[in-house]
């Protein structure tokens, strides 16, 4: 049966296989499930856990790896909403605040920076972010789902900006309806979302783009597990679009002046863009994924995880990975 496990790096299993040898385990104990953010107690969850702890195996070296990578898309995200001295910009599914933190610095003393997501610990996660800076008055911080937007009235904003956040949301022409509801006429939204349709799954003897020659039959299993991770819905939120989609909803919600750049990449590289083999090893590439550890753990027999992991260091340590990615970066306006 072909399935598809996406993720956010665009990492897709081919297709589900019998069973894994053992149940996936448990999730590991968490520490911080709740966390003391600020004044306030917040229970950290999916979103939280993966963004500030398993996206990066709790790695501050592989953190600053895909900051770095994701602040290029941050700047074009920015620089493609145009002017932004004095707006009030919303940022959907604010995340850790990849975006909203650096438009806080554009948007400058008259502008707002509204920070919305469904998780509550990342909005205080952001909260005190802003805190920190002592930038407080140009920032509030909204719980509201991409789908309403419920909390945001109505042509109150200049600009909407989103990073890999519609992909994980099912029904995205709500999204678009509420984004095109919650902006001033002649407002502007700057949106970036991978394009997995495009290219995956990978092939059969690519984990994660690294080189599985000769190992493809447990790189299979591993990639079952993952597949079988994923909850209804999430497969087609993710994998269920593509870039025309994208121009058709921002039409439909009644955008104008629609500008999409498709951008694909083949490069040398890993998916995960991994530090190190345990970095690799510790990172789950989406908030619903296993960490590839975990995955390799249910997936195999010890004899064979023993032959994956060192064929998987083997490829890491000469390189032999390949990236392939799809994504679109998509302006668009609300009639004056
Ligand atoms: C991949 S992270 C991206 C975070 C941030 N935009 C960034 O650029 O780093 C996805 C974010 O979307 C949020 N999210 C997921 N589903 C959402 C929804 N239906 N409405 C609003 N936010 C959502 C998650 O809580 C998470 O913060």
Redesign the pocket.
């Known amino acids: 049966m072909l399935t598809k496990a996406p993720s956010?790096t665009g990492w897709v299993p081919r297709r589900t296989l019998p069973g894994p040898k053992q149940a996936l385990p448990p999730p590991a104990p968490d520490v911080q499930s709740v966390a003391i953010l600020g004044r306030v107690a917040v229970e950290s969850d999916l979103?939280?856990r993966w963004?500030l702890d398993r996206r990066d195996a709790r790695d501050a070296a592989q953190r600053g790896v895909t900051i770095e990578h994701?602040s290029h898309?941050?700047d074009r995200v920015l620089e493609a909403a145009g002017s932004l001295d004095g707006a009030t910009l919303l940022?959907?599914?604010?995340?850790?605040g990849?975006?909203g933190l650096r438009a806080l610095d554009l948007v400058g003393p008259d502008g707002t920076v509204i920070f919305?997501?469904?998780?509550d610990a990342?909005i205080e996660h952001c909260r005190e972010a802003v805190r920190a800076r002592g930038a407080l008055d140009g920032a509030r911080f909204v719980l509201?789902?991409?789908?309403d937007l419920a909390r945001i009235p109505a042509a109150s904003v200049d600009v909407v900006t989103?990073?890999?956040?519609l992909?994980?949301?099912e029904d995205k022409a709500r999204?678009f309806s509420a984004m095109h509801r919650v902006l001033r006429p002649g407002g502007r939204i700057s949106l970036f979302e991978p394009i997995n349709r495009l290219m995956f799954p990978e092939p059969d003897d690519r984990f994660g783009g690294y080189d599985v020659t000769g190992a493809t039959d447990l790189a299979a299993k591993v990639k079952a597990v993952f597949a079988r991770s994923e909850p209804p819905g999430a497969v087609a939120a993710m994998m269920g679009f593509d870039d025309r989609d994208l121009v058709r909803l921002a039409e439909e919600a009644g955008f104008e002046r629609i500008h999409l750049e498709c951008h694909i990449d083949v490069e040398p590289g890993s998916l995960m863009r991994s530090v190190t083999l345990d970095a690799l090893l510790g990172s789950a590439p989406n908030?619903n994924a296993p960490t590839v550890g975990e995955a390799i753990t249910a997936a195999l027999s010890e004899p064979e995880r023993q032959r994956f992991v060192a064929g998987l260091e083997q490829a890491f340590t000469e390189d032999r990975a390949v990236r392939r990615m799809a994504v679109a970066y998509v302006v668009a306006c609300k009639r004056r």
């Open positions: 956010q979103w939280s963004l994701l898309v941050r940022d959907v599914g604010c995340g850790d990849l975006i919305a997501d469904i998780s990342l509201a789902g991409a789908e989103t990073r890999s956040v992909i994980y949301v999204a908030p």
